[in-house]
């Protein structure tokens, strides 16, 4: 019976996109609390779920979900398939006979603060405690199944992982010849070498993939959307490139022929260097785009609704010389456009997407934006920023859109609201009708939800209305705090959901789906 609730939710959100006002909450996985370090995809996260169904909310978006790599950002990931084996929850490996007690709650996972992350010790004792899980595993039917219906990406990734631990964690373009051009009769001995590793990694995705789906299922029981996100360039040491160097901008010893990154914006005057290679967008086409449809269909096959981040990259990509040091001297060069977005129909017509952008839209990326009919995304702090175009004033907005009070690389509002000029603030107060030194953070959300774009999120820091030591990511930088906040127990709490349930309902974000 849950199976077939589950069912007819999916296919009344699919049929009600058009029609259904909603909110929700941006907040990654990474953030939930936690008795180890992290948040999980165990109790926490459904304590979550219900919260938002407490609140009133249908929506909760987070981050790309991938097995992070060095600076432990979401969108630099071992594999772009992959889950991240930090969020397999303990506790469940417990209740399954995996893990005992005594190996898991005596250990110290950096919780002296709650409210953030020590990846050094993540890194350090979590595969330790895994290992151990893995030891007592016996696979089944269901492990099997997995493994054959993934085939296509986890078989590689879980060599490229176990190949990783093998050689000490050099990246791929250090490693022997043969393995390096990921040739088969150089790979074929270290199957067999290492296929007690290989076979960790299959066992990590497979208990990964089980939670997510049992989180994803609870959520959908419950009428909660998951939004989950695609990033769009895989890092260069990545399981993605090493196994498919062909589709990218790279020589045969994998150096990059041209590095991804933004030229100047309202985050950084100087632009960014991510680094990531490019990709060969003619390759691509050659296989009908093969590789991106199968991305795609996976993510869709986990959330309700898809972000592909950095949109604007389809229609023009920043280019890099991979000898520069400055963003600046990069230059657009024109993405697939229109012929990917056609194969994304063709192949991918039911699911519903976010169009994710960088702030500037240029009319060629506003064209490609309304030929995809992808949901469009915007952000209320663009909004009474001078620097950005009028399309982020709320009086502009379209119904077809989904409305952020930030993103992931925005500081929270009230760390925002302090870094406003003084005409920009103005700006801000005449427009939610305020006076002068009032504070901004309730007003955005009140916009936000006020607006006519179908869908309202707020990052979860703006309704705790905390400053910018919660900001999730600080664009340009490294280390620091960046990817490290949490929310703590006691904030999850009823009289925050109860505010919640009542602007929600005042601004009729909480409407059964109406058809017609």
Known sequence: MKKIIIFLFILSSILAKDYERKAGILMHISSLPSNYGIGTLGAEAYHFVDFLVNAKQKVWEILPIGPTVYGDSPYQSFSTFAGNPYFIDLDVLIQEGLLTEGEVRGLYWGDKDPTTIDYAILFNQRFEVLYKAYQRFKPMNEFYYFINTNKEWVEDYALFMALKRHFEYKPWTEWPEGLKLHREEDLKPYRIRLQY?????????????????????????????????????????????????????????????????????????????????????QKMKETGYQWW????????????????DHFIGLE???????????????????????????????????????????????????????????????????????????????????????????????????????????????????????????????????????????????QMQDYLHLDERARMNKPGTSGGNNWKWRVRREQINNDLAWRMQEMTELYGRYELPSFK
């Open 197 to 281: 590793e290989i076979r960790l990694f299959l066992f990590l995705e497979f208990k990964f993939q089980e939670q997510l789906k049992r989180l994803r299922d609870h959520a959908y029981f419950k009428n909660i959307q998951i939004i989950g996100e695609v990033p769009f360039y895989p890092p260069l040491d990545s399981a993605d490139v090493w196994a498919n160097q062909d589709l990218f901008q790279i020589d045969k010893n994998g150096n990059l022929l041209a590095k991804a990154g933004a030229p100047p914006d309202s985050f950084n005057a100087e632009g960014q260097i991510w680094g990531n290679p490019l990709y060969n967008w």
């Open 293 to 308: 449809m199968k991305r795609l269909l996976v993510a869709s096959q986990r959330f309700g609704i898809v972000r592909i």
């Open 316 to 458: 023009s990509y920043w280019s890099i010389p991979p000898e520069e040091t400055d963003a600046r001297n990069g230059k657009w060069v024109k993405g697939p456009g229109k012929d990917f977005i056609d194969e994304i129909h063709k192949r991918l017509g039911f699911v519903e997407f976010i169009a994710g952008d960088l702030g500037y839209l240029s009319s060629e990326v506003k064209d490609l934006l309304e030929y995809s009919r992808f949901t469009d995304s915007k952000v209320l702090q663009y909004a009474f920023d001078s620097r950005e175009p009028e399309d982020y004033m709320p009086h502009t907005y379209q119904p077809d859109s989904i409305c952020y009070t930030g993103m992931h690389d925005h500081n929270t509002l009230d760390g925002w609201q302090k870094e406003l000029a003084y005409e920009d603030r103005k700006r801000a107060e005449e427009y939610l009708g305020l006076n002068k030194g009032e504070d901004l953070v309730w007003p955005m959300i009140r916009e936000g939800l006020a607006s006519v774009s179908k869908i309202f999120i707020a």
